[in-house]
């Protein structure tokens, strides 16, 4: 059984993903996908030049996208072992990465950004707060925060289901674990393809062909380990994303249903 703070155990859980999992390649790594993740919120232009923190880097995969999109340089913020893997799939861009071993909270306030960005990290963190809070003070004023967070309308279901596996999953080893993700890649496979062949709106359909179905199978098997693995995780609503950032202090936030599964959500630190 997991034992020690829960913070503390899904940084271990996600140090240990990173160590077996560490490539990025394909859809799964590109701009294009960054461009889905960000939605009508973030365009490139905005991006290009930059100055970025990127919130929980892991293997780097978000950190190289927006460097391919044009960000002048990004810290990388790693709170697991898996720093050493970001900083050698990282190394090829020098100095435009700065690498940072720590937690969200414990990020300099600098106050020079022009965007923090974490994608699919703030759902793993049972108080989210010190982290926004840190990012909020590492922007500029008028500089922006960036999440995508999963969400809890449109998979209801889903998010039922999953407990059940969660109440197994999140005590077994690694072995045991991969083994039965590999099983239910499977059966995701299937559901891909009966949504393809049938084009009837199935739960997740959205999401699944236009995004799951494009990255490689062994991709597809990392997504599902990363909803299965880490010791805590939650499925926000619409208005939990908006209240949390608003009580981080971010103004004038929006928020992007993204493929009917998840959250992208934008906040601006106060000129004042």
């Known amino acids: 059984m997991k034992s020690a703070s829960q913070d503390d155990q899904t940084i271990r859980d996600f140090g240990d993903q990173w160590t077996h999992y560490g490539d990025n390649d394909g859809y799964y790594g590109s701009v294009e996908l960054l461009a889905d993740m960000l939605g009508p919120l973030v365009s490139f232009d905005e991006l290009r030049g930059a100055r970025v923190v990127d919130i929980g880097s892991g293997t780097g995969r978000i950190v190289r996208m927006l460097l391919d999109a044009g960000v002048e340089n990004v810290v990388a913020v790693e709170p697991s072992v898996g720093v050493e893997i970001l900083r050698a799939n990282l190394s090829e861009f020098g100095d435009r990465v700065e690498v940072i071993h720590g937690r969200g909270g414990e990020l300099p306030a600098r106050g020079d950004l022009d965007f923090a960005i974490s994608i699919g990290v703030i759902q793993f963190i049972r108080d989210p707060q010190p982290t926004l809070q840190a990012a909020r003070e590492a922007l500029h004023p008028g500089g922006k925060l960036v999440i995508w967070v999963y969400g809890h309308e449109g998979n209801e279901a889903y998010v039922l289901a999953l407990a059940a596996l969660r109440s197994v999953t999140t005590r077994l080893p690694h072995w045991a674990l991969a083994g039965l993700c590999h099983l239910l890649t499977g059966v995701v496979d299937l559901y ?47 208005d939990e994303v908006a209240e949390m950032l608003e009580r981080a202090g971010f103004r004038d936030v929006q928020l992007h249903h993204r493929r009917g599964y998840s959250w992208t959500a934008i906040g601006t630190r106060p000129e004042s």
């Open 192 to 238: 891909i393809g009966l949504c393809k062949l049938t084009g009837l709106p199935l739960p997740l359909r959205d999401y699944l062909v236009n995004t799951l179905a494009r990255v490689t199978r062994r991709e597809r098997m990392l997504t599902i380990y990363d909803q299965l693995n880490p010791s805590y995780v939650k499925y926000y609503k619409r």
